[in-house]
């Protein structure tokens, strides 16, 4: 299974769902940015990931 990242067009927030689960808003599909050593959004990521591992 291929995990994709949304944002909440409405909120600016980041999931991992198909609707917002803060305002249930739309989501666009946000691709992966281009590799850097110093990878500012890793945070977000293994944030997202461990919230999707907890709905399994």
Do not use: A
């Amino acid at each position: 299974m291929k995990m994709k990242m949304h944002k909440c067009r409405s909120c600016d927030e980041y999931t991992l769902q198909n609707k917002c689960p803060y305002c249930e808003g739309d989501l666009g599909v946000i691709y992966p940015p281009k590799y850097s050593p110093t990878d500012k959004y890793g945070k977000y990521r293994r944030l997202l990931k461990k919230q999707m591992l907890k709905t399994k």
